[in-house]
């Protein structure tokens, strides 16, 4: 059915109206483009940290396949609104690999300036930190990228179309921005790049995230919100576990006369993401 732009509106004036299933959790919003849209995909990190807070954050995905920094701001406002309900316990952002391809003649297309990519993530960092006093923020850093393996990685003159050398640019302006701003933020360039294989085991196209690279992105992320100083802590194993209290309904235990909480075990037993 097509909404009006008036409508539109006026459920902005009336505020969202809240619909979910069970006990309110804390909500952990990704926002970004492809490198989000697809987080779920083939062990991504997005699935990591499904699984890990399973039971304890909601991970809602907000990821646009395609995006800049210019198409996120336009949509900024209706993805986070001010005046909704609830508001998110964090904001993973990623904008950055698309806004540092080659301009192209006719001005369309994903790049953006580099100095109006500053802005731009200037502003959505402003607005997240205006949604309220628990929001935390985690900016990601644009990855690198394999030139070799990326199909058609060139204009009609021979041009690289997407450099590794620009998404350094890019990710440099974005960690600097975020110092300047005291924001979370994350080097996935250089954390992807220690590893000496990176470009054969890490991308599946020279630029998405295969399982070995999106592992180091979890990783990145986990020991950022292990460290962070804030109240209440966001790492996983600090957070309180949703229906965690013993019950004789769970499973009986070795002794045949207690049963046995699972609901804090590993899964796997080996599990080990510290």
């Known amino acids: 059915m097509y909404i009006t732009e008036r409508e539109r509106e006026r459920g902005r004036e009336q505020g969202p109206k809240r619909k979910m299933v069970g006990p309110k959790r804390p909500q952990f919003v990704l926002f970004g483009s492809s490198i989000v849209q697809h987080s779920f995909y083939d062990q991504g990190w997005a699935a990591i940290l499904s699984h890990l807070y399973a039971r304890k954050a909601d991970i809602i995905l907000r990821g646009y396949a395609g995006w800049n920094s210019r198409r996120a701001l336009q949509v900024l406002d209706d993805i986070f609104p001010k005046n909704a309900s609830e508001q998110p316990s964090l904001v993973i952002v990623y904008f950055g690999g698309n806004d540092s ?56 003159l021979g041009q690289p179309l997407r450099t590794n050398e620009s998404c350094r640019i890019y990710s440099e302006a974005c960690l600097e921005l975020c110092r300047e701003m005291n924001l979370k933020a994350i080097d996935i360039w250089s954390a992807i790049q220690k590893r ?79």
């Open 196 to 274: 000496k294989d990176w470009r054969d085991v890490c991308f599946n196209d020279g630029i998405h995230l295969t399982a070995e690279g999106s592992e180091i992105v979890a990783r990145e992320i986990l020991k950022v919100l292990k460290e962070a100083e804030w109240e209440p802590s966001l790492h996983w194993k600090s957070m309180p576990i949703e229906f965690g209290e013993d019950s004789p309904y769970d499973p009986v235990a070795a002794d045949g006369k207690t049963t046995k909480n699972v609901s804090r075990e590993p899964f796997p037993e080996n599990l080990d993401w510290d």
């Open 101 to 156: 391809v080659l301009a192209h003649p006719s001005g369309l297309g994903q790049h953006v300036p580099l100095q109006e990519y500053i802005q731009n993530m200037t502003k959505i960092a402003i607005h997240l930190k205006s949604l309220s006093k628990k929001t935390r923020i985690i900016f990601l850093g644009a990855p690198p990228v394999n030139e070799a393996q990326i199909l058609g990685n060139s204009d009609l």
